[in-house]
C-alpha cells in the first residue's frame, strides 16, 4: 500500500527558510510524478510545485516562483520542497502527491492518485 509522509514543517519568521521533506513507501517512485499542493485555513487547495516523470522537469505556481525549489532523490524515494524567503501567506498545510507517469497536468490535483497526510507550515510576520 502506497504511503506518503510529509516533515520538515514548522513556525519560522518572515524571510527564512524550511526545507519539506516527503518520503514515499509502497510505490515504485521512479514512475511517478510528484508534486506540492498546500492549504491555507478557509481557503481552497492550491498547487505549489511539481517535478515530472521521466524528466524531473520542474513546475511553479507563480506566487512561489523564485523562492521556493523542488527536487527527487529516487535512490532515496524522496520528494524535497526548499522554501525560501518565505511569506505569511505561506502559512498552509503542505502536503505531497504523487501520480504514476505524470508529464503534463502537474498543478491540477486528478493527475495525481496518492497524497500525505500535510504538515503545517506558519510564517510569523
Known amino acids: 500500500q502506497a504511503r506518503l509522509v510529509e516533515s520538515g514543517g514548522g513556525l519560522v519568521e518572515t524571510g527564512g527558510s524550511l526545507k519539506l521533506a516527503c518520503a514515499a513507501s509502497g510505490l515504485t517512485f521512479r514512475n511517478y510524478a510528484m508534486g506540492w499542493f498546500r492549504q491555507a485555513p478557509g481557503k481552497e487547495r492550491e498547487f505549489v510545485a511539481g517535478i515530472s516523470w521521466p524528466d524531473s522537469a520542474t513546475y511553479y505556481a507563480d506566487s512561489v516562483k523564485g523562492r521556493f525549489i523542488i527536487s527527487r532523490d529516487d535512490a532515496k524515494s524522496t520528494v524535497y520542497l526548499q522554501m525560501n524567503t518565505l511569506k505569511p501567506e505561506d502559512t498552509a498545510v503542505y502536503s505531497c502527491?504523487?501520480?504514476?507517469?505524470?508529464?503534463?497536468?502537474?498543478?491540477?490535483?486528478?493527475?495525481?492518485?496518492?497524497w500525505g497526510q500535510g504538515t503545517q507550515v506558519t510564517v510569523s510576520s
Open positions: 502527491s504523487a501520480g504514476p507517469y505524470g508529464r503534463s497536468n502537474l498543478d491540477l490535483p486528478r493527475t495525481y492518485i496518492h
